[in-house]
C-alpha cells in the first residue's frame, strides 16, 4: 500500500476517507502482477502461508482437501492455485475472509471458479455477517461472496482431522473481523487486526475503532500459548508481514495500549488534533512500523487513535 501524504491529511479529510480513498488508488496503481512471486512457508502441522502482494494467505491442507484463509488479489489467484496444488491436489473445500479489504477478498471470485464444484461438496465461503453487509455489489455474476456467513460470537467446523475456529472480534480493525484458530496444528491466523511490521489500519467507516483493537489482540493472546523460553509455541499468521508468535503479539498490543493512554492523556488535556499530532505519542515507535512505502503513516494512525477515543 502507498503512504498518505501530510499535505491530504492537513486538508481536514477524516482519516477514514484519505486512507481508503489511497486504498482504491493504489489498487488501480498496483504493481505489475506478472512480476509477483508466490511463495510458501511452512507453519505447523497442516498449516502454511502464502505470501505475494496483498494480505497473507492461510492454508490448510490434507485428506478432505484445502481451506484457505483469505484469497489476496484476482490476478493472482492462477499462481496462488499453483502453489496449493504444490501442497495438495484436493478439492477447495472452504474460503474464510477475514474481513472485507479488497487485498483479502479479492481473489475470491476467481479461485471459486477455479474450484470444482458438486452438490455433494459445494465449496463453502465463511466471513462475518458484517463482511457480507458491506460486499462489493457491483458484478451480479459474483460467485466469491461468503455464503456461510455467521452472526454469532463464533462458527466451528471439523476439517482435515481437526477443529476449526472461527472467532468474531467486534469492531476491532473493521466490524466484521474474524480470527481463525486451528486447533490441532496450533495456529492462529489474524488478518489485519495483527499487522506486525505496521501500524493498524483503523477502519472507522466499517466500524473499527481502537479499543476493539486492543480486545481482539487480548483475545488472540487467550488463543495462543508459547513454547519454551516464551519463543514458538502457537504461531500467529499476520495480516500482513512475517510468521510471529505470542511474544510477538505482546509487543504490538503493549503498543496500542500504550499510545491509546498517552492519546487519551492530551485529550483530557484540551489538546486538539493538531496538537496531538505535534506532540508526536507515537515518536519512539515509529521507526519500528512506519517504513518507506507503510500504508498506515504515524500522522494517520494517530489521527484514527484520537478520532477512535471521541476527539473532535
Known sequence: MQPVSSAAMMRGAPVAAVLCLAWACSLQAQQNFDSVQVHIQPVQGNVYMLVGAGGNITVQVGRDGVLMVDTSYAPLAPKIMAEIRRLNQGPLRWIVNTHVHPDHIGGNDALARMAPRSNLEPLGIIAHENVLNQWPRGDQTDIGAPLDEYGTKFKDLHFNGEAIIVYHEPRAH?????????????????????????????????????????????HILELTVPAHTQEGGTYVIPGHGRLCDEADVVEYRDMLVIVRDRVQDLIKK????????????????????????SFVTAEAFIESVYRSLGGQ
Open 174 to 218: 473493521t466490524d466484521g473481523d474474524s480470527v481463525v484458530l486451528f486447533r490441532g496444528s496450533d495456529v492462529v491466523s489474524t488478518g489485519d487486526i495483527f499487522t506486525p511490521e505496521g501500524y493498524p489500519f483503523l477502519d472507522l467507516k466499517h466500524g473499527g475503532s481502537l479499543q476493539g483493537e486492543i480486545d481482539a489482540l487480548n
Open 270 to 293: 484540551g489538546r486538539n488534533l493538531e496538537q496531538v499530532k505535534a506532540a508526536r505519542p507515537t515518536l519512539d515507535y515509529d521507526g519500528r512500523f512506519v517504513a518507506k512505502d
